[in-house]
């Protein structure tokens, strides 16, 4: 019942940028945190950025802070993250996840989010 679509990957050069999408359908989304992550080939998921209701702000990991921005459209049930100065090291198959915003502080943990999208591959070079 419960789907997230991401979209807008793809290639770009290093020093570019892209927007990613993540469509959310059959859950209650103004009541998750949605998260985004990443995973590189042999790497474990690493946490990307999360949009937490309490506050309403996306909150980043320290690798992407100044870089890339996080929004979010309740009505339209979607997130957003845009990713400028992109690197090399960026390269990877990005994620969303939703998480039942009820706990006193946002995860950055990808085992603690219940539902997640099937991935979008973003590649840059140099």
């Known amino acids: 019942q419960v789907q997230l679509v991401e979209s807008g990957g793809g290639w770009v050069q290093a020093g570019g940028s892209l927007r990613l999408s993540c469509a959310a359908s059959?859950?209650?989304?103004?009541?998750?945190?949605m998260g985004w992550f990443r995973q590189a080939p042999g790497k474990e998921r690493e946490f990307v950025a999360v949009h937490w209701r309490p506050t309403g702000m996306t909150y980043f990991a320290d690798s992407v802070k100044g870089r890339f921005i996080g929004s979010r459209d309740n009505a339209k049930k979607t997130v957003y993250l845009q990713m400028n100065g992109l690197k090399p090291e960026d390269t990877a198959v990005y994620y969303c996840a939703a998480r039942y915003s009820s706990s006193a502080f946002y995860s950055a943990k990808a085992d603690e989010y219940e539902f997640w999208g099937q991935g979008t591959q973003v590649t840059v070079s140099l």
């Open positions: 059959g859950l209650a989304f103004s009541l998750y945190d």
